[in-house]
């Protein structure tokens, strides 16, 4: 099978960061996903929550799992993190740690 030749690069965690601040949209290509933590990181949280919406797959749900651990709903949080196959992280692991975690295993894909 032949690779088509518009096939997108990978982009990482330091050029994601780097589009937050010199771009005035998230990247074309991107994920609702990766477009929701691209709202979040420029403080749109309600943008980033329409995007996490949008995506029904389990991405969506960890996003939106995350966005509802920020706003401090940790029960809302727990609910979409289920939705999402995953678990709350540690009390100790903070939201800017999680967001990079986050962006990084989405951007690895």
């Known amino acids: 099978m032949e690779t088509p030749a518009h096939t997108l690069r990978r982009m990482s965690v330091a050029e994601l960061q780097q589009a937050i601040t010199r771009d005035a949209a998230p990247p074309a290509d991107a994920s609702l996903a990766v477009q929701a933590l691209w709202h979040d990181a ?10 996490a919406q949008e995506d029904s797959g389990r991405d969506g749900s960890w996003i939106h799992a995350y966005l509802h ?13 289920s939705r999402a196959g995953r678990t709350m992280p540690a009390a100790g692991v903070s939201l800017a740690e ?11 894909r």
Do not use: F, I, P, T
């Not at 420029?42 to 995007?51: I, S």
């Not at 651990?69 to 993190?81: Q, T, V």
């Not at 999680?98 to 690895?108: I, K, M, P």
């Open 69 to 81: 651990r920020k706003e401090g709903d940790r029960g809302n949080a727990a609910y979409w993190y």
């Open 42 to 51: 420029r403080g749109d949280w309600a943008r980033a929550h329409d995007c």
């Open 98 to 108: 999680e967001w990079v975690s986050v962006a990084r295993e989405l951007l690895a």
